[in-house]
């Protein structure tokens, strides 16, 4: 279970109510970061589906927080921390045995994916697990195309490391990597593409 | 990286140091946490090491911490919060392309391993793991003898769930389980009990 802070709620309503009634002030970056949230849950429940239908194991890595001060008082009450970025990736998990491993990155943006998206670190986090055998990938949402991809490591990694741009086209990745279904359950049906890409 | 709060430094020095200057009222059962993460500092040195030489990749989830209130007019500092009961386990990962997961326990029992230590949620976890092919495991320190065993999950799932006692005797794990190599680097030498027990 992820547990977001209460002023990042993840829809809208929410949102609204919150910046009325407890005037929590919202960072610029919000809608977007919403957004994200909606690719994050939509991965979330898919997993969730997966799990029951025995289909697969992924769970997502808790947000890392940095915690600073706790209040052992009041029953190790945390009083002062800070969310820190994830060195690795977002999701790993089990599928035939086989180990799994993803990022997923919503971007707005529409004629390309920005790659400031990912850091180094996950980078090196992906060749790491490719290099032990692993199956490493991105799910890359297009928010205005309402598309959303897998897209295998290696691409993304050679992309980063010898790419002349620092984004990938949008054009290109529409053309290498693999549409993901969209439904009611799973939201994101994107299970049958690695068993496509990886095990046939 | 694991990021400690600071009223729990890993060493009894550090913890005078915070009782005296900072006045940290710490919990009762602190000398067992902090046993306990000394284990967990040993599996992240030694998964550390293996990441270097690569030999495998094995990473700890970040500690679930349920944010519930954040002051963005100080960017985004979480101002109240509280730990969480991790729901799966605290470490996973790949080794020759197989997923691998575990959960560390310490007790200072000399007699047995209490089950009470292990909840519900990660045997079902576990379960899950070995439903999909993947390796499952416990590492499980005797503090007092100064042991640490590798005991398959199958073995400590069928005792949660159909054994008589609501702990494993010391003796039946020492029979059971494989003793793990203490060195220098890595400091928990348990990766070439997985490669007999698993890949041989």
Redesign the interface.
Known sequence: ?V??????ATNKQNNKEEKTNKK????SSFSRANRGMNLEEDINISNEYY?DK?L??I?K??????????D??K??????????KQ??TDY??????????FEAKSTKNKASFPLANITTHQIE?LK??L????IAFFIIEFVEHQETYLLDAKFVIEYFEHGSRKSIPYEEIKKIGHLIKRSYLPRLDYLPIVEEIYFK
């Open positions: 279970m547990n977001y802070p209460s002023g990042m929590v002030k919202l960072p799990k025995k697969c194991l769970t890595r808790p947000t890392p927080i940095n915690v600073v001060k706790v052992y008082s029953g190790a009450l945390i009083t002062n921390a800070y969310f820190e060195s690795t790993n998990g089990v599928y035939k045995g086989k180990y799994i491993d986090h790491n697990v290099f032990h055998g692993g």
